[in-house]
Nanobody, 124 residues
């Protein structure tokens, strides 16, 4: 079992930055692929970014590429999402997720464990 807790959400103006953190419990964190997803009001959950177990392989949705950076610190059991040049359309609840395969995926079904989410609101 892996428990995930996201922090770092909040209200920011367009063009601003936020850094989300996802702290994981358990001794096997370093073997998991990790992902960030988001869900805006009235919309389905969508993929944002993913990182493999070692941190040397990442992937991004086109909508966030060049603005968001995913990283991880296996010594701290934590994955991060650095978000820059934020836009109002980035407003959503952001979730981190863990995949026991070790390799991230763009598909939500590939993740077994999910956090409770953290709200990000970008004002225009």
């Amino acid at each position: 079992q892996v428990q995930l807790v996201e922090t770092g959400g909040g209200l920011v103006q367009a063009g601003g930055s936020l850094r989300l953190s996802c702290a994981a419990s358990g001794r096997t964190f370093s073997t998991y692929g990790m992902g960030w997803f988001r869900q805006a009001p009235g919309k389905e959950r969508e993929f944002a970014a993913t990182i493999n177990w070692s941190g040397d392989n990442t992937g991004y949705a086109d909508s966030v590429k060049g603005r968001f950076t995913i990283s991880r610190d296996n010594a701290k059991n934590t994955v991060y999402l650095e978000m820059n040049s934020l836009k109002p359309e980035d407003t959503a609840v952001y979730y981190c997720a863990a995949s026991p395969t070790g390799w991230g995926t763009i598909f939500a079904a590939g993740y077994d464990y999910w956090g409770q989410g953290t709200q990000v609101t970008v004002s225009s």
